[in-house]
């Protein structure tokens, strides 16, 4: 199915910012929702954001007004800009990529990008 490649994670201190990409290829297949989701050590993965095939977004609470995601349809490629970061926000973040295909909804997931706060 569809390649999703991430970057952008790294070591920041708290109050620090860091963009997030993740650019899908190799499929003709409509994209749909594209989203961001973390796991942190010892927890289960969370959603962080999404945006739909509309422009519509979604945000945990603990991220709002920090985290914007959005998406760039002309190269496949969706990004989570992450202002004043907290170590609370320190986890492997993952990109989602939604595509119809036989008339269902699939989802395709990156390989994971580091993202470590320090205090």
């Known amino acids: 199915q569809v390649q999703l490649v991430e970057s952008g994670g790294g070591l920041v201190q708290a109050g620090g910012s860091l963009r997030l990409s993740c650019a899908a290829s190799?499929?003709?297949?409509?994209?749909?929702?594209m989203g961001w989701h973390r796991q942190a050590p010892g927890k289960q993965r969370e959603l962080v954001a999404t945006v739909t095939s509309t422009g519509n977004t979604y945000y945990i609470d603990s991220v709002k007004g920090r985290f914007t995601i959005s998406r760039d349809n002309a190269k496949n490629t969706v990004y989570l800009q992450m202002n004043s970061l907290k170590p609370e926000d320190t986890a492997v973040y993952f990109c989602r990529v939604d595509l119809s295909k036989y008339g269902s909804i699939w989802s395709n997931w990156g390989q994971g990008t580091q993202v470590t706060v320090s205090s």
């Open positions: 190799g499929s003709t297949f409509s994209i749909d929702a």
